[in-house]
């Protein structure tokens, strides 16, 4: 179990702290999706979980090892997966990951042997004798990956391990977390692809501004309830955000506007929006999913800190 208390860290020449105060589980047989804005904590939470950063102040702890004191021993249990995976350019796939298995006591036929069968089980196949520089980006994290299941980690910690990755990249990526968890591992899941941490996660930790704003359990965000209205405008401007805002919290990108849970008919809106000489695109109902969660959530007057 990974074990996060009142972590705290404040960069060098920083004037506010990357994170503060927070508190995250991660249990056997269980994926936590970490969400956030850029700049909310994500990277550097996932960093002090594996070790990289040292907390100004808390603790990390994986099955009662803290990660500070006794970090050897407690980094056995950790596999992670970086946002930019940063290797050897020159090394052969298989040569580097014979490397890392080093690390893990692992030599010889042995180590030959799993490594293979992780580069397969990754969706690299044959890439044994390949240079790591010639590698996409999406091949990238998969080796990462490969490399992080090379110790058989109870907890894995994934940092944006979906982004560079094509639909077939995301979709084994998907299944083999799925796979992991029902080998009772522990995952940590940071994302910006709301839609894929929807599907996978247990539990869901919302973090803004470096703190842990709300947890929402798997049953939470299936039975969030309400409807959201979906308006886009030809010519919106800011009055016309201030009429729509006049039914319900709203959110806007460019010449679109969420309305949550509006407190009048579409018609009517579409109608009130017409007589202000406003050409109406598109209107339509999207049920509430883990999207506008996540956008209420850091809204939220407590979620601005003290």
């Known amino acids: 179990m990974l074990t996060i208390r009142g ?4 960069f060098r020449g920083k004037a506010l702290p990357a994170v503060t105060d ?18 909310a904590g994500k990277t550097t939470t996932i960093r002090a979980a594996a070790g990289l950063c040292t907390p100004t102040s808390g603790t990390v702890t994986v099955f009662g090892l803290d990660l500070t004191r006794q970090k050897a021993e407690a980094s056995r249990h950790i596999g992670w997966v970086p946002e930019v995976p940063n290797f050897e350019p020159g090394s ?15 030599s010889g036929p042995a180590a030959r042997e799993r490594c293979s069968a992780l ?19 999406g091949m990238r994290k998969r080796f990462s990956l490969a490399a992080s299941l090379l110790g058989d980690p109870e907890i894995l910690l994934f940092d944006e391990i979906l ?15 799925l796979e992991l968890r029902g080998q009772n591992r522990g995952i940590l899941l940071s994302s910006h692809i709301l839609s894929e941490v929807q599907q996978v996660a247990d539990r869901v930790a919302i973090v803004h ?10 049953e939470e965000v299936a039975n969030a309830g309400g409807l959201t209205l979906r308006v886009t405008v030809a010519n919106l401007d800011e009055a016309g955000v201030g009429i729509l805002r006049g039914f319900g919290e709203v959110r ?25 000489n406003y050409t109406v695109v598109a209107l339509g109902y999207e049920p509430r999913n883990l999207e506008q969660l996540f956008f209420d959530a850091i809204r939220a007057p407590e979620a601005a800190g003290p």
């Open 252 to 276: 806007r990108e460019a010449n679109t506007v969420w309305i949550s849970n509006p407190i009048k008919e579409s018609s009517e809106i579409n109608a009130e929006l017409v007589r202000r």
């Open 163 to 177: 982004s560079g990755l094509d639909p077939e990249g995301v979709a084994l990526v998907r299944n083999l977390m």
């Open 22 to 39: 927070l508190d995250l589980d991660v249990r056997p047989g269980e994926i936590v999706g970490l969400v956030g804005l850029n700049g």
């Open 92 to 106: 052969r796939a298989l040569a580097q990951l014979r490397y890392y298995a080093g690390f893990y006591d692992l």
């Open 209 to 218: 501004q470096g703190r842990l704003v709300k947890t929402l359990t798997r």
């Open 7 to 10: 972590l705290r860290k404040v």
């Open 119 to 137: 580069l397969q089980q990754v969706g690299l196949p044959g890439v044994e004798r390949i240079r790591l520089r010639t590698f996409s980006q």
